[in-house]
């Protein structure tokens, strides 16, 4: 239950984003070049929608394998020695997202005391910063799923999108058409 509504949170969190950032650009791009003027505070915004996107997008990536993996020594090993690396290796990612989060709860808890808006938006900067803690908490989950498949044996490691592989495919049906 948890797992399917932080699916759908994220999923539903990167749609959104994904939307707003690209209307809000096109509308400032419009606005400066066809009527030479714009708003003060759509960069600003633009960059901290593109830095929410960047944190959610990593973690779904995690969840659906598409981060291209550079695994080719990887595999040259047998399945227990690649569950042993991908074991550390997740164990690592996990102790440096949990630094990173750390990290941001102290530097939150700073801005919040401070009481520092954003330079252009009337928002608390640790209200708009604070989706660190958010992103590198999917972070830290998907790496833990990830581990915990590795340690009760259904993974040997982490899902990487293989271009190689999708491209050879798409050769062999490209072939297959042509014969």
């Known amino acids: 239950m948890f797992m399917r509504i932080m699916n759908r949170a994220e999923e539903a969190v990167i749609c959104i984003l994904l939307v707003a950032t690209t209307l809000l650009v096109f509308i400032d791009v419009v606005m400066r070049f066809g009527f030479n003027t714009g708003f003060m505070w759509s960069q600003?915004?633009?960059?901290?929608?593109?830095?929410?996107?960047?944190?959610?997008?990593?973690?779904?990536?995690?969840?659906?394998?598409?981060?291209?993996?550079?695994?080719?020594?990887?595999?040259?090993?047998?399945?227990?020695?690649?569950?042993?690396?991908?074991?550390i290796a997740a164990i690592l990612a996990i102790t440096y997202c949990g630094l990173i989060f750390y990290g941001s709860w102290i530097y939150l808890a700073k801005m919040k005391m401070i009481g520092i808006d954003l330079e252009d938006l009337p928002v608390?900067?640790?209200?708009?910063?604070?989706?660190?803690?958010?992103?590198?908490?999917?972070?830290?989950?998907?790496?833990?799923?990830?581990?915990?498949?590795?340690?009760?044996?259904?993974?040997?490691?982490?899902?990487?999108?293989?271009?190689?592989?999708?491209?050879?495919?798409?050769?062999?049906?490209i072939q297959k058409e042509e014969s």
């Open 124 to 173: 608390p900067t640790w209200i708009a910063h604070g989706l660190l803690l958010v992103g590198f908490a999917f972070l830290i989950i998907r790496l833990l799923i990830i581990l915990w498949a590795v340690i009760t044996n259904k993974a040997d490691g982490f899902k990487h999108a293989d271009e190689a592989k999708e491209s050879m495919a798409i050769v062999e049906e």
């Open 44 to 87: 600003e915004l633009t960059l901290h929608m593109s830095a929410w996107f960047v944190l959610f997008g990593a973690s779904y990536g995690l969840k659906v394998g598409s981060h291209i993996g550079m695994d080719a020594f990887i595999k040259l090993f047998s399945r227990p020695v690649r569950r042993i690396l991908s074991g």
